[in-house]
């Protein structure tokens, strides 16, 4: 078995922020994150899948065809977006990375098994200094 | 004669258009930079100032003081904001990186020269392909 | 669950070197690492947490109450000190990158859990090319 | 347990292809990799090993060592070379990232036991946006 | 007036030799970059531009336009090549970063006239290490 | 004419102080950085040439010249060692960046000479927030 990573980019404007709060009750959790008027990120984010490499070719899976799920199911939704407003996949939860992360991996997980691989890690970097790793549902149960 | 380069950060959301334009004509002309809804950047600031070496301390101006007017003239009105809608030095004019970097020099021109130097460059990159660098208003009249 | 990392940095002197040797053996063994006269590092350090994401905020903790509790209990301990002399968790232990990374693991392991978390991984890079990693001591015994 | 990373770089020509293919159906399969006449990278690759550490010496291993062997088992075979033509753990295989991986574990694990530590993961990155992780011949069986 | 820097990568093969010397001779003077087997980089290219901002946009030029005329004359020319043997603007010449920073230059000097800049400096970045700045042809008479 | 840059390394203990200050004095001038017992970087240096290409090489210099003279006269002096106590050409001055840069450039205008080239200038980044650029002598009388 082997693991594969691809690295690509978004940038996109977001809010922390619970509706049913006020803006001094979102400010005091969530900071100057929670501003009512957005802010935004050039995400980093990294797609590590596993499976066992194809004799014939040498690869996992064909590289191209990887970048090209990523593109359509991720990058496309989320580029040059506001991710609370404009992203059918995060509309209504709270535009964390960690909830983001989550999101991506439930848009991909299909996709690559298409593919013939598994998903095995989403990582998204919000900042320089923030990042999330997510590995799946089945070890949110364990 | 020496220069130094001090290295900061801010996150914001911003949108490229003319108000005069409707949204149809905006995106012809900035893409998906014109998305009404917003997007944002990590953006990365770099500021360079000149002059002597004070020999009492070795230093061209402690970096201290640097980081401080930088982050008060800077960061703290740029940082989780709004750029077109809540930075005042922005305000009215499109919110292109060439604008920032000409708007952050305006700032930041007299508080170097407080602090005994000489702003040299601003220099903002965008993303990691974008880059823009001013080297102040007597060189925009050459 | 869902894993957090966080990155900061810190500037520090140290050299490698067992004092019951003379310089000449520890010369032999650490190489110019064992300079009597110091040298020093930009250490990067990554704390990696795990553990569920809470609903009411999209968080797995507050980052800022992770970054607070590694400046309280790490980097204000080590940054721009001399690690052999002056930090209180590394005296008395040879000063090697993967003391230091055991070390910091023994500093957050309690704080991290008071904010409801669990330590998964310290990683500590003391330059560009050489990084160690420790995920705690139950796998020491394993 | 302790984990340590050793970073290292090296320039090679390469192209990916079948010789039993003519050049049209390589190019189906593999685009612009499949070349004849060439096109190289700067592979930067990142070995991970694993062990207890020394007290004696506060070292999993002497990173001298560790650095000693990657180059001479790797790097003096893959710096500076054609991979298909030069390398004589390559030849004969698809010259992919994935068989990169898998060669130089293969290169490597051995003296890494000889030096009292455990080979744990070969990291090749092809580009900034791809990278392939590789664990071990116990995982491809798993 | 205001500089802008795109930066775009490609991937190539090449070996630096002379043909009218016999292989001993050009290792020599050029050492492993000679391997008459090829050897190959991820080239890092930075083309800085200069000119006004245009009021109406609050652009120098269009980026699109920029990375365009980039992608047409220097990497659609360059990526997945070999420099010495298909690179039209390289052929006859010695494939060294100062070669290939003038040839990209005069490949790009008037298309970005018309898009009405001025080509400022063409930077390749051969390794981490090595990297070439070039300012232009009038700078090499004076 | 053409630049060149070169990059490296080096890893050094040092403080801020002036010895006919007390410490008390030098906290408040120089904060925690005249810490006495001294804390250390990994210092990145940045060495920039000009001159002509020479036909015969297609190069400026050659690299390994160039690698080898920034070796000699800088790394070897200042790599692992302590810059206050232990680099000849610091001892005596306050051991700033700013100083750094100078006393580097002193250490390779002639070498630089020597291989047919001229020093166009010398930076060096003490952390990733900070960077000095020294441009010569000539310039610190404009």
Redesign the interface.
């Known amino acids: 078995?082997?693991?594969?990573?691809?690295?690509?980019?978004f940038?996109?404007?977001?809010r922390?922020f619970?509706p049913e709060w006020d803006d001094q009750k979102n400010l005091e959790?969530?900071?100057?994150?929670s501003?009512p008027?957005?802010?935004?990120?050039?995400y980093v984010l990294y797609v590590?899948i596993k499976g066992?490499?194809d004799p014939?070719?040498?690869?996992?899976v064909?590289?191209?065809d990887l970048?090209r799920i990523i593109n359509e199911f991720v990058i496309e939704k989320l580029?040059?977006?506001?991710i609370n407003?404009?992203v059918d996949f995060m509309v209504g939860?709270?535009?964390?990375?960690?909830?983001l992360?989550?999101g991506i991996w439930e848009q991909l997980e299909k996709p690559v098994k298409v593919l013939g691989a598994e998903l095995h890690c989403v990582r998204v970097d919000e900042?320089?200094?923030?990042?999330?790793?997510?590995?799946g549902k089945n070890?949110?149960k364990?």
Chains 1, 2, 3, 4, 5, 6 share one sequence.
């Open positions: 078995m082997i693991h594969i990573t691809r690295r690509e980019t940038n996109a404007a977001h922390l619970k959790v969530f900071g100057k994150c501003n008027r957005w802010h935004g990120h050039n590590t066992e490499v014939a070719t040498g690869f996992l064909n590289l191209k970048s580029d040059h977006k506001n407003v404009e939860k709270i535009a964390s990375t960690e909830n992360a989550i900042t320089e200094k923030n990042s999330v790793q997510f590995y070890n949110l364990n």
